[in-house]
């Protein structure tokens, strides 16, 4: 029966790494896949990770099934950390997933049962994942303006003309912060239009974050989320641990739904945990659990926050660093977008040939519509990828 199955197209993200991993070149950057990597480009276990898992390893007594919904401690622990009491807990279902992809695929099968025909407004462009999901789960898709082609920045009032066409059903995507794949992020005011836009239309948002900690600052980068959370009636998010934690392969997530005003919790809760049952059963849980131990300890919540900080201003150092070394080299500001843009990447905001050419003539790789992750860069390399942007005209 299987010689009926067609060939899916290869994730663009994915396959840079693959190319990557081949290539012979001993000079050759990776600028590819969203993983942070240190000055020696290490994906370190976090100290504080380390410790939890030494910490459950030697207290945990049992590996039976948890709940549909994962541990209620996680969900505790993460709803605290990204929310911090904006609406009242009894407001929010909330359940474990396999890392922040899972959280949007529950988040999708959860829009798709209430409404059928909703349509999804995702911004353009926009993690290619969740393209592809929607696509795959038979969803009707709606870009909106997002990227300002010409500044680099977002192009708010683009963004609000087209999000203001989705009506009650449909359903807004937003990144909480640290944008991917451009690194441009709305301002606080342009925020509060957003909101109002959304209350003004009776569309339903939904948050992706996926890099709290990665941008501004652990509170700072939450605090769209928390916004949008206290100004709106229902407001779905998908949450991801991989990257703030480092816990990357242990596929550690959590979907929230808040219903504010409809009193819905129970059947919420009900539909997340059905939803769970229907296509894995239980959530993974040893990293939920890691995660949790590092929240609810206060010494290594502690070290978590100064190490994730440490991350945080590596990049955002890197991130200067190029911006200078390509104004020295081209004598004109037209990169200090670089150092403008928050998290882990930048939109380079050039053609797919001149990508390529990075690629073959420096072994530079990053994805085709020139998203570069900055965590891929260090000291030595900034210098060598701001001469290749010079001498591929870009
Ligand atoms: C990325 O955008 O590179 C990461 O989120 C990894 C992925 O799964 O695509």
């Known amino acids: 029966m299987f010689e009926t199955l067609q060939a899916q197209p290869a994730d663009k993200i994915l396959m840079l790494m693959q190319m990557f991993r081949e290539d012979p070149r001993e000079q050759k950057i990776d600028l590819g896949v969203g993983v942070y990597k240190n000055a020696d480009g290490q994906t ?22 948890t709940g549909l919904a994962g541990d209620p401690a996680f969900a505790d622990a993460m709803i605290d950390l990204i929310l911090a009491g904006a609406v009242a807990r009894d407001t929010i279902a909330a359940v474990a997933t396999p890392g922040g992809t899972g959280a949007c695929r529950q988040a999708f099968e959860a829009i798709k049962m209430a409404r059928p025909g909703a349509r999804v407004f995702v911004s353009d462009p926009t993690w290619p994942n969740h393209l592809s999901i ?29 999000i203001g066409k ?6 807004v995507l937003l990144h909480g912060c640290c944008h991917n794949p451009t690194g441009a992020n709305p301002n606080s005011a342009d925020w509060d239009a957003i909101i109002a836009s959304l209350q003004n239309s009776g569309a339903t948002a939904m948050v992706d974050i996926a890099y709290q900690g990665f941008g501004d600052g652990l509170e700072e980068d939450a605090a769209a989320t928390r916004k949008l959370a206290a100004a709106l009636p229902e407001l779905l998010i998908a949450a991801s641990c991989s990257k703030n934690f480092g816990v990357y392969r242990e596929r550690t997530g959590l979907l929230m739904l808040i219903a504010q005003d409809t009193g819905a919790k129970a059947l919420n809760q009900g539909t997340l945990a059905f939803l769970n049952r229907q296509n894995y059963s239980f959530p993974p849980d040893h990293g939920a659990r890691i995660v949790t131990a590092v929240l609810t300890d ?7 926050q100064a190490e994730l900080e440490d991350v945080r201003l590596s990049m955002l150092g890197l991130r200067e660093e190029l911006a200078n070394e390509l104004r020295r080299l081209s004598g004109s500001d037209r990169f200090g977008f670089l150092a403008q843009h928050r998290g882990m990447f930048s939109r380079l905001g050039t053609t797919p040939e001149l990508v390529e050419k990075l690629r073959v003539d420096h072994g530079i790789y990053m994805v085709g519509d020139s998203r570069m992750n900055i965590a891929g860069l260090n000291k030595q390399t900034v210098p060598i990828l701001a001469q290749a942007i010079i001498d591929c005209g870009i």
């Open 44 to 65: 370190p276990i976090m100290r504080a990770v380390k410790a939890a898992e030494k910490k459950v390893w030697e207290t945990q007594d049992t590996k039976s099934y």
């Open 134 to 162: 929607l696509k795959y789960l038979g969803m009707e898709v709606v870009p909106y303006r997002y990227f300002d082609g010409e500044t680099r920045g977002v192009d708010i009032a683009g963004m609000l003309e087209d």
């Open 166 to 171: 989705a009506g009650p059903g449909d359903v």
């Open 298 to 304: 206060a010494e290594l919540r502690a070290d978590w």
